[in-house]
């Protein structure tokens, strides 16, 4: 209930600033040919595997596919992950 009421009055992103994210994420998807739908199932995948071991602050995981300069001076394309634990999980 209380995220219900945070979410209710909480502050919202400018629209300005969410439309600058779309946008960013459309030219970076264009660069490295990475359809959205792929980098949001892979998205959804890496949080699986990560929710068995640990507890992660979903609302800030950051997962971008980019493009960097490999050892042999090609252009490849990169994923990035900012993955905020709030704890581990115990395993037996």
């Not at 600033?17 to 970076?28: E, H, P």
């Not at 071991?53 to 950051?62: F, G, P, S």
Request: glycine share 2%; proline share 5%.
């Amino acid at each position: 209930m209380m995220e219900w009421l945070s979410n209710l009055f909480g502050r919202k992103p400018a629209p300005a600033s969410i439309a600058r994210d779309r946008l960013k994420l459309v030219l970076m998807h264009d660069r490295v040919n990475c359809r959205p739908d792929l980098l949001d199932m892979m998205k959804n995948d890496i949080m699986k595997v990560l929710l068995k071991y640990m507890d992660i602050d979903e609302e800030e995981l950051d997962i971008q596919v980019s493009q960097t300069t490999s050892e042999t001076n090609e252009i490849v394309p990169v994923l990035f992950a900012n993955i905020p634990i709030k704890n581990m999980r115990k395993q037996n």
